[in-house]
């Protein structure tokens, strides 16, 4: 392996964990400059979001919803098994499997497919597939 090869992928495990640490603060701008400006969030079932702005307006809503009753709202997003399927200079495609707990307990777990690019000293989400795979019948964050 190559010493440029081992640098995308801290920066790509890094860009991860800034997606998953802002999402889980509510801090949705800061999990936006996880994607390229053009980046596409596209969560099955829905739409693609494109772009950084809509990337924020969309999930501003999820990060906004309350705790469950009588509860203090906790968020936090776990990754796993995190796969490189391909890298090369200019792209690297990567899955991952993510799980979520709030104040319910096991809220709901999936996966991400993801493309990431390099832009400056960073590798940055180009497109994210997001597959929620499970969720509990009283989750607060999947409608």
């Known amino acids: 392996m190559e010493l440029w090869e081992l ?7 890094d860009t991860l964990a800034r997606y998953t640490w802002s999402g889980d603060a509510g801090k949705v701008d800061d ?3 996880a994607f390229a400006p053009d980046g596409v969030l596209e969560i099955r079932g829905q739409e693609p979001l494109r772009g950084r702005d809509a990337i924020a ?10 705790a469950a009753p009588g509860m203090r709202r906790i968020v936090r997003h776990n990754l796993a098994n995190i796969r490189f399927t391909g890298i090369e200079p ?16 096991l809220d ?8 990431f690019v390099p832009i400056g000293d ?15 019948p009283n989750s607060t964050m999947v409608g």
């Open 57 to 66: 307006a969309r999930l501003g809503g999820v990060a906004a919803t309350p």
């Open 108 to 115: 709901h777990y999936g996966r991400y497919r993801d493309d």
């Open 122 to 136: 960073d590798w940055l989400i180009a497109h994210r597939f997001v597959s929620t795979d499970w969720a509990a």
């Open 90 to 105: 200019t792209r690297a495609t990567v899955s991952s499997y993510f799980t979520v707990v709030t104040e319910i307990g």
């Open 31 to 33: 999990l936006a400059l």
């Open 7 to 13: 640098a995308a992928r801290e920066h790509i495990r």
